[in-house]
């Protein structure tokens, strides 16, 4: 059980989707000293209304802002949220390195498209709310 388990505002669901990210604003490259915008495509390790996990080996560090695109199990177009890295794991032994993400201002739309997914993935048998 995760320390953050208590203090957790939104339950999170262990879900596997394709995330793409996008940098909002420049990253500074350390060898050139010059801007670039990061565009990855990632996995989401788990969903919360709120927020979430997305497993990365190059994760962006704290406090940097994205757009994602999060892919719905259905095939139905990604949704789109802005979000704000709130915290950054590194690789740990055997433990998948990435960022936890919270989800800024999204839209009504956002929000249920979001809650329809996780309403989605606890219907079909999939694993419970995660600590």
């Given at each position: 059980m995760s320390d953050f388990a208590a203090t957790r505002r939104h339950p999170r669901?262990?879900?596997r989707?394709?995330?793409?990210?996008?940098?909002?604003?420049?990253?500074?490259?350390?060898?050139?000293?010059?801007?670039?915008?990061?565009?990855?495509?990632?996995?989401?390790?788990?969903?919360?209304?709120?927020?979430m996990f997305i497993a990365s080996a190059d994760p962006p560090g704290p406090?940097?802002?994205?757009?994602?695109?999060?892919?719905?199990?259905?095939?139905?177009?990604?949704?789109e949220a802005i979000a704000r890295v709130a915290w950054r794991k590194p690789e740990v032994g055997r433990e998948q390195p990435g960022v936890g993400v919270e989800f800024l201002k999204p839209s009504e739309a956002t929000r249920a498209?979001?809650?329809?997914?996780?309403?989605s993935a606890t219907s079909d048998g999939s694993p419970s709310p995660e600590s």
């Open positions: 669901i262990a879900l989707v394709p995330v793409e990210v996008s940098t909002i604003d420049p990253e500074t490259d350390p060898r050139t000293g010059r801007p670039y915008f990061r565009e990855c495509r990632e996995l989401c390790g788990n969903l919360s209304t709120g927020g406090g940097r802002r994205l757009l994602l695109r999060i892919h719905t199990p259905d095939g139905a177009p990604p949704i498209a979001i809650e329809r997914m996780l309403d």
